[in-house]
């Protein structure tokens, strides 16, 4: 099973559209998690982090269920520039000691 | 927020070469930098994680002699693909860790380096 999992999409939605990606997690001893937006080929960004009680970034909003080891995020009011692959990202055990562990990503499309 | 530059950001080669690619932290030390590879459609699979000033610990399935690990100074990683092979063609993206509090919490925030997208003929 791999350590974080995506549906990859895509998603096509037209302007003003509300959209939730879904994502869950392998390791129950995960203590951070974020999503990242990536543009075609280039690096990943921090879009927001994810907190148990849930939190909103004006348009976005994250929410953590740590029994279900789920992850969501829901975009309101989609805008064009919302077209990206949404990335989700847990902070869970490494060869090293801890790390960024990246799902394969969900691919949005808006079109007006 | 923290700067990371990655340099080159695009290579071409021959089949064979070796090309290294350095990753520096602009603004802030980073006592980790981890390096991570991208394939087509793929996501991020980190490969290592490399602290200041000791030997770099691998992921499971990356071979550690055909990538070879420097992290010297608390700004500069670099990584090297030895005989480089088409096979090894990807996105390769370094990361740079800091600390910060938040909350009363610490938690530590990694920075993307812009990657480097290597093209091995």
């Known amino acids: 099973r791999k350590e974080v999992e995506q549906d990859p999409g895509p998603f096509n939605v037209p302007e003003g559209a509300t959209v939730a990606f879904n994502c869950t997690y392998s390791n129950s001893a995960s203590q951070s998690f974020f999503w990242y937006r990536q543009d075609c080929r280039k690096e990943p960004k921090l879009l927001m982090s994810v907190y148990s009680s849930g939190n909103e970034d004006g348009r976005f909003t994250a929410q953590l269920n740590r029994a279900s080891q789920y992850i969501s995020l829901l975009i309101r009011d989609s805008k064009l520039s919302d077209s990206a692959t949404y990335l989700c990202v847990v902070n869970t055990a490494s060869q090293a000691g801890t790390a960024l562990i990246f799902g394969k990503g969900t691919t949005l499309s808006v079109s007006s | ?121």
């Open chain 2, 1 to 121: 927020g923290a700067v990371v530059s990655q340099h080159p950001s695009r290579v071409i080669c021959k089949s064979g070469t070796s090309v290294k690619i350095e990753c520096r932290s602009l603004d802030f030390q980073a006592t980790t930098m981890f390096w991570y590879r991208q394939f087509p459609k793929q996501s991020l699979m980190l490969m290592a994680t490399s602290n200041e000033g000791s030997k770099a610990t691998y992921e499971q399935g990356v071979e550690k002699d055909k990538f070879l690990i420097n992290h010297a100074s608390l700004t500069l990683s670099t990584l090297t693909v030895t005989s480089a092979h088409p096979e090894d063609s990807s996105f390769y993206i370094c990361s740079a860790r800091s600390m910060e509090t938040s909350g009363g919490g610490a938690y530590n925030e990694q920075f993307f380096g812009p990657g480097t997208r290597l093209t091995v003929l």
